[in-house]
């Protein structure tokens, strides 16, 4: 979490190499994620954007896009769009629907349901409440919290909204001006924080 | 003086030749080019400078083109007429590089622009001008500067409006899509599936201008080529025969420029670990 310009956005981008930083390196089990293949790495680490970018056709077009972007993998190593849409809270004859009239928080799950089709061991989210009503948000966010421990997935969500970090998360990096400013479990860095910044920050008004 | 024009026009078509154009009668016409300055200022479009600018440049270009011309025509040699083509080629070149100017502020990008545009056009119109020149027309000696040239001129042309379309296209379309191709990068897409709805949008809009053609003509207008044939005393039957080369001659070169064009100038919005590569804004 961190204010607007912190680097949030930035920091995700880097983890999937959407852009590359300019020093220093990223690693995935140890290694660097450039020594993976980057197709193969970003389908291991999926990425759901801040405004959801359908592609044209069905929900089920959506999905099966995923699966075929990955060349190799058999079909039937891919888990059934069903169960996927109904993780995402979503009924099964929203296959049909298309995607592009969706509205914003609908097109955010098939956005979650479309990376969850690669079998990602890692799932990053930037800011996927922003663009969304606050009812829908707080939906949303139940199923970001939920869906990752079903599917035994990491995630990391940007956000600067106070309460998303502390009600999903259970560690909390602090960003400001591109930089790190305090990291630690969640409860304890809303409760106890030691940096003074990060207290001026949690003093704010959600 | 437009009734002068035309009651002269009549008199000499009535005579069944050709009308010989003087440099008195382009003066009477430059009447038509202040009409449209006077229009311009009436409705402040600012565009008189534009047409006094034009139409001085137009007068000077194509003079200059007609001595060239001649020169070719009579001088006979194959070299005279590659070297014209060449020349010809890079005009067009420099022409669709330049209407992508706003965008090309990016270091290398330019010359990356010249060298794909360049290459899309020699290759779309070189295979073009040769099917049609030595295998349609067989024209003796191969290189009849009286078909070579001006073939060749309208097949550039027609491609170098496509190529500079597609480019514009292509940029915009990426530019205003971002979200789209990098949720396809982001899913691990390669960089030509990622951006294959762009291109295929840029291809489209590069292209029907040429099918746009194709329905049309005729109806709407005679082409320039036809007109130009029929007013030089050709039967319009030949006249017509000559157009419908002329016209697949313009679809099949625009379409080979750009396609090929479309498919290499979307590699350079892409970094090689297929990042959608940070470029100014179009």
Sequence with gaps: MGPSGAGKTSLLRLLNRLDDPTSGDVQLDGKPI????????????????????????????????????????????????????????????????????????????????????????????????????????????????????????????????????????????????????????????????????????LATAD | MMPVLLVQAARTLADAGTIDVTWTDLALTAALILVAIGLSRWQQLGLERGFLVGAVRAVVQLVAVGYILVYLFTAEHWWLVLIALVVMLLSATSAAVQRRRGATRV????????????????????????????????????????????????????????????????????????????????????????????????????LIPSVNGLMTVGLVQLPGMMTGQILAGQSPLLAVRYQIVVMFMLAGGTAMTTVMMVLWYRRTFFTPAAQLAARVPV
Excluded: C
């Design chain 2, 107 to 206: 270091a290398g990008e330019r010359r990356a622009l010249w060298t794909i545009s360049g290459t899309s056009m020699l290759v779309g119109s070189g295979i073009t001008l040769a099917y049609v020149t030595q295998l349609v027309l067989r024209v003796q000696p191969w290189y009849e500067p009286r078909y070579l040239v001006p073939l060749f001129g309208m097949i550039v042309g027609n491609a170098m409006n496509g190529a500079a379309l597609a480019a514009e296209r292509l940029s915009s379309e990426l530019e205003s899509h971002r979200g789209e191709v990098e949720a396809y990068l982001a899913l691990g897409a390669t960089p030509a599936r990622a951006a294959a709805e762009p291109s295929r949008r840029a291809m489209y809009a590069a």
């Design chain 1, 34 to 201: 450039t020594s993976y293949p980057v197709g193969a790495l970003r389908r291991r680490v999926g990425f759901v954007f801040q405004r959801p970018a359908m592609f044209p056709g069905t929900v089920a077009d959506n999905l099966r896009v995923a699966v075929e972007l990955g060349g190799t993998t058999k079909p039937s190593e891919s888990p059934p769009m069903e169960r996927i849409l109904a993780a995402v809270e979503l009924a099964p004859d929203y296959l049909n629907r298309d995607a592009v009239r969706l509205s914003g928080g609908e097109q955010q799950r098939v956005s979650i349901a479309r990376a969850l089709m690669t079998r990602p061991d890692v799932l990053l989210l930037d800011e996927p409440t922003s663009a969304l009503d606050p009812e829908v948000a707080d939906r949303l966010l139940a199923t970001v919290a939920r869906v990752p421990k079903e599917h035994g997935i990491s995630v990391v969500m940007v956000t600067h909204r106070l309460g998303e970090a502390r009600e999903a998360s259970t560690w909390t990096i602090m960003l400001e001006g591109g930089r790190l400013v305090e990291a630690g479990p969640t409860e304890r860095l809303f409760t106890a924080a030691v940096n003074p910044r990060t207290r001026a920050y």
